[in-house]
């Protein structure tokens, strides 16, 4: 048997978050992100409950190519671009659109002998100042790139460094649509948050949505917001089980560095789940977890393959508790219980985002019917 942690990924809560999605931007196409393979839940496992949307957008070359292998005939974006000139070869061939964000990839394109004229994004750099063409250069590569044969339509976009928080996106939204307002083309702005936060604002609307994190079902402005106040739903659900469970003496501690120490008698359970499972090592007691559905909080120090959590409330529930107990890291229990990724990561000093990509590859995942 194998150990007993385990990913589930959950194809009806990703057709929830993707309508979520669709309910927020009424009148826009939806790029469903599975960069970074769908957040770590895997593409073909997300594909089945995200097939809906009308496109999907990511990072790597590799995985358009798995997209169009599960018989994705639609749009695909590839968000940065490609990564050197014999890229566009396989972008030609599988019909596969990309961002350009500098003037390289304008060159390669200009050098690119291509039967199939090409679908480009130009990114615009409006603030993050991560990719893009600056406002200033911005028109001079729209230009550029308008009079290349190998490109038949160009569409515009941008990202927001501050869809979640109190900056907002109206300095970059302004920056953007002077730029931009004379110019044909399809538009594309709006991440989860700003999709979620600013969806009504008719500034803030455009062709195409990027929703990423929403979608996995995780809030891109946690703690502000719970995915329960957006009605997302969680798209994977993280579990183990006990291995053993120890009873506490006052005075005893827990773990390397002995970073707990009881100072009442109590039982402790010991899971089946460490950092080299993905689970952040930066997780303090404290922490939430769900022991038979029961939340109840870590202690100690989490360790590579194990990690200790207080079983007090699950004994004060008068529940049984002891070896091969449900253990529920983050997503649903099998009672129907419920703790968001966003409250652990919150916990752990990081985001949901971080902790859906990092589980690990000894993790065995499946998809729930
Ligand atoms: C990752 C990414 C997104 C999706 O962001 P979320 O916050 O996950 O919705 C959108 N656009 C670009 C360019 C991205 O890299």
């Known amino acids: 048997m194998p150990r007993p942690i385990l990913a589930t990924i959950h194809p009806p809560a990703l057709h929830h978050n993707l309508s979520r999605t669709r309910a927020a931007a009424p009148d826009a196409k939806v790029w469903a992100v599975v960069k970074a393979n769908a957040y770590g839940h895997g593409i073909e496992r997300v594909y089945e409950g995200l097939r809906g949307a009308d496109g999907f957008a990511m990072l790597d070359l590799a995985e358009a190519e798995r997209l169009r292998a599960l018989g994705w005939r639609g749009p695909l974006l590839l968000l940065e671009g490609v990564f050197e000139p014999r890229d566009l070869e396989l972008c030609s061939r599988l019909g596969i659109w990309h961002a350009v964000h500098c003037d390289e990839q304008i060159d390669w394109l200009a050098a690119h002998k291509t039967q199939v004229p090409h679908r480009v994004f130009l990114k615009m750099n409006t603030g993050m100042n991560r990719l893009g063409f600056t406002p200033a250069r911005y028109r001079g590569a729209w230009a550029r790139l308008s009079a290349l044969p190998q490109v038949d339509e160009i569409s515009h976009m941008t990202h927001f460094s501050d869809a979640d928080g109190p900056r907002g996106i109206g300095h970059q939204l302004a920056v953007f649509h002077a730029t931009t307002q004379d110019l044909p083309g399809e538009r594309s702005i709006s991440n989860s948050a700003a999709t979620l936060r600013q969806g009504s604002d008719a500034q803030v609307r455009c062709d195409w949505v990027r929703a990423g994190i929403m979608l996995y079902g995780s809030a891109p402005d946690h703690p502000q917001h719970q995915a329960s106040d957006w009605a997302l739903q969680p798209a994977m659900t993280l579990s183990t089980r006990l291995l053993a469970t120890q009873q506490l003496q006052p005075g005893d501690t827990v773990g390397y560095g002995s970073r707990f120490r009881a100072d009442a008698p109590m039982l402790i359970g010991v899971a089946a789940c460490g950092y080299a499972d993905g689970y952040p090592r930066h997780a303090d007691t404290g922490t939430p977890v769900l ?5 109840t909080r870590l202690v100690g120090r989490v360790s590579m393959d194990m990690l200790t959590v207080d079983l007090t409330p ?6 049984p508790v002891g070896m091969g107990s449900e253990v529920t890291l ?11 990724i966003d409250e652990v990561a919150q916990a752990a000093g990081t985001v949901g985002y971080e902790l859906m990509c990092a589980v690990a590859p000894r993790v065995n995942v499946v998809v729930a019917d």
Do not use: I, P
């Open 330 to 340: 983050w997503g649903r229990a099998s009672s129907g219980a419920q703790l968001s």
């Open 314 to 319: 699950v004994v004060q529930a008068g529940l």
């Open 291 to 295: 022991v038979s559905g029961v939340r």
